[in-house]
């Protein structure tokens, strides 16, 4: 599935959704923000993205929430 910038494949990342063609899960960055980290940041930290990448994965947090609060539960407790 791909929508926006952002796919999910069950062989990547457990199927957790990511930036397209990385293996880079959504929720990390939205932990990240959670956390203080700003996007010049995590731009930094993940070079190969660029500022529409975030943007995409921003979206998605907003439509998924619930799916993304739980990916972060998950591997909170991993």
């Known amino acids: 599935m791909e929508q926006s910038g952002i796919e999910t494949n069950p062989n990547v990342c ?3 959704p990511c930036i397209v063609g990385t ?3 959504v929720w990390l960055f939205a932990q990240a923000r959670r956390l203080g ?3 010049t940041d995590l731009i930094r930290a993940y ?3 660029c500022v529409e990448d975030l943007a995409h994965a ?3 947090v907003r439509l998924h ?3 993304i ?3 972060i539960g998950e591997n909170e407790a991993a």
Do not use: D
């Open 14 to 16: 457990g199927g957790e």
């Open 58 to 60: 921003w979206a998605y």
């Open 47 to 49: 070079p190969t993205l």
């Open 37 to 39: 980290t700003n996007e």
């Open 69 to 71: 609060e739980q990916q």
């Open 23 to 25: 293996r880079i899960p």
């Open 65 to 67: 929430e619930e799916e």
